[in-house]
């Protein structure tokens, strides 16, 4: 599976994704999303709080002809979320104060109603980089942000999961969308016992070949009882329907035939 | 928390880790052991099983200049497994039959009870870059790789986890060791309840200031029944136990009192 013309990539923030205190479900949440929407997210960089690790990161991406980069990470109140001024400082933009941004920060207090002061770690958190577009965050405070940087989308959500995915749903997935046209895709998988993945592999080497468009992949499960365990991946993209659900058999027949053929059980799983 | 001297950064290798059918908990896994050594990894890249994306990712690390580049995924017998081939193209080395691997995956075999043919996929698998040393596979076929380019050390290890952790142990974990040299190190966890994040940061900005080499991060865990909570994350080093104590209770006690300040309550978590 490879995108044509579009190239996206994540880039999460957070020291505490590096220590492996926290593990990251978010990237995997948001390669989950594009890939159902047709794509794929093409690079992951985990980066820590720091100004260097944010600018460097983003310069790499620009200099892989990104479409879309997304942030996640460091938007709050706190000393070490530093994304946006990092990022600003990065491309030479202002940070400045941006007042729908603001507007949707003592909203939030609001909807909780509470009465806050607007204290400079508030107002901190609707502090964007020139030229940016406030994102609505329905769940937490600090709104997401949208900027435009040669040609390139970048995308800045916060690292709260409930946050990032609302933002996500409502104002990541169009952009998405636009990128993927009107890819059909379908994803199966087929549990393999009996067979090692190395008498498996110069089968797939071939059906690989004569599907250069699917993507096709064995996972190793171990032993069970003393039998060799497998599952073989298949994730695979076409114009129309049709034509996928004839590939589709296509390559579920053959797999099966030739497991049999070695001795060994193939189910396919329905999802 | 920073590394002197040291950079080490984690290129996991794997499809299903960008579609997000697989949570990068290998990254999270690695992270925390290193982090348990003292040191603390740099960066994560997550890459396609693809030559030209291994191979950027490989050289933008050594652009970097990391000390320690740990590859993770890639090294079995299937057709998409390609990071060693990938690794050897990029730096202009040969892919080179090892003996000493190739007697590894005999080896494998026979102690499960097994004669196989050695097939050219399971010949692939002691196919190293030229100059590597194997490293020892207790809990699978493929054995890692160590090789040494230009004063940085590169080890690569398989995808499946129990083989990753077992390779990391016996052969990874002696490397960070020598880097890390006797820093002691503890971490701890405040649960605070009653206070916003954003009440809590200009607090937290100066005791970053007062304990720069101290790491202190706020993680906000939403509202249980109205209530605001918050997870404070200490994780200290110092060149001995005694003065890695003061550090820590100090720090507690100036966090339990500004809560309690502040109206709120502070239960320090015991590990």
Same mark, same amino acid.
């Given at each position: 599976?490879?995108?044509?013309?579009? %190239? #996206?990539?994540?880039?999460?923030?957070?020291?505490?994704?590096?220590?492996?205190?926290?593990?990251?479900?978010?990237?995997?949440? &948001?390669?989950?999303?594009?890939?159902?929407?047709?794509?794929?997210?093409?690079?992951?960089?985990?980066? *820590?709080?720091?100004?260097?690790?944010?600018?460097?990161?983003?310069?790499?991406?620009?200099?892989?002809?990104?479409?879309?980069?997304?942030?996640?990470?460091?938007?709050?109140?706190?000393?070490?979320? &530093?994304?946006?001024?990092?990022?600003?400082?990065? #491309?030479?933009?202002?940070?400045?104060?941006?007042?729908?941004?603001?507007?949707?920060? %003592?909203?939030?207090?609001?909807? @909780?109603?509470?009465?806050?002061?607007?204290?400079?770690?508030? #107002?901190?958190?609707?502090?964007?980089?020139?030229?940016?577009?406030?994102?609505?965050?329905?769940?937490?405070?600090?709104?997401?942000? @949208?900027?435009?940087?040669?040609?390139?989308?970048?995308?800045?959500?916060?690292?709260?999961?409930?946050?990032?995915?609302?933002?996500? %749903?409502?104002?990541?997935?169009?952009? &998405?969308?636009?990128?993927?046209?009107?890819?059909?895709?379908?994803?199966?998988?087929?549990?393999?016992?009996? #067979?090692?993945?190395?008498?498996?592999?110069?089968?797939?080497?071939? +059906?690989?070949?004569?599907?250069?468009?699917?993507?096709?992949?064995?996972?190793?499960?171990?032993?069970?009882?003393?039998?060799?365990? +497998?599952? +073989?991946?298949? *994730? &695979?993209?076409?114009?129309?329907?049709?034509?996928?659900?004839?590939?589709?058999?296509?390559?579920?027949?053959?797999?099966?035939?030739?497991?049999?053929?070695?001795?060994? @059980?193939?189910?396919?799983?329905?999802?």
């Amino acid at each position: 599976m490879k995108n044509e013309n579009a %190239r #996206i990539e994540l880039i999460t923030v957070g020291h505490e994704l590096l220590t492996g205190s926290t593990v990251n479900t978010n990237a995997s949440w &948001i390669g989950r999303n594009i890939a159902r929407l047709g794509l794929i997210l093409n690079r992951v960089s985990v980066v *820590d709080d720091s100004s260097e690790e944010i600018c460097s990161s983003l310069k790499e991406s620009l200099s892989r002809n990104s479409s879309l980069i997304i942030f996640v990470g460091g938007l709050g109140p706190t000393h070490d979320d &530093i994304t946006l001024e990092s990022i600003s400082k990065c #491309i030479g933009r202002k940070l400045v104060l941006n007042r729908e941004a603001m507007e949707m920060v %003592r909203e939030y207090y609001r909807s @909780k109603g509470l009465k806050v002061r607007m204290t400079a770690e508030r #107002i901190k958190m609707a502090m964007l980089p020139e030229g940016s577009v406030p994102l609505r965050n329905n769940k937490g405070t600090a709104p997401g942000v @949208k900027l435009e940087l040669e040609g390139c989308i970048i995308l800045c959500l916060p690292g709260v999961p409930r946050e990032m995915k609302s933002i996500f %749903r409502e104002s990541v997935k169009g952009e &998405i969308v636009k990128m993927a046209g009107r890819v059909q895709r379908v994803r199966r998988l087929i549990t393999i016992s009996g #067979i090692f993945e190395s008498t498996l592999a110069p089968f797939l080497k071939e +059906l690989q070949k004569s599907y250069p468009n699917a993507y096709i992949k064995s996972h190793p499960k171990g032993f069970e009882e003393g039998v060799s365990k +497998l599952v +073989l991946e298949l *994730d &695979i993209r076409a114009l129309n329907r049709s034509s996928l659900r004839n590939i589709l058999e296509e390559i579920e027949g053959k797999v099966v035939s030739y497991v049999k053929l070695k001795g060994g @059980k193939a189910e396919v799983l329905k999802q």
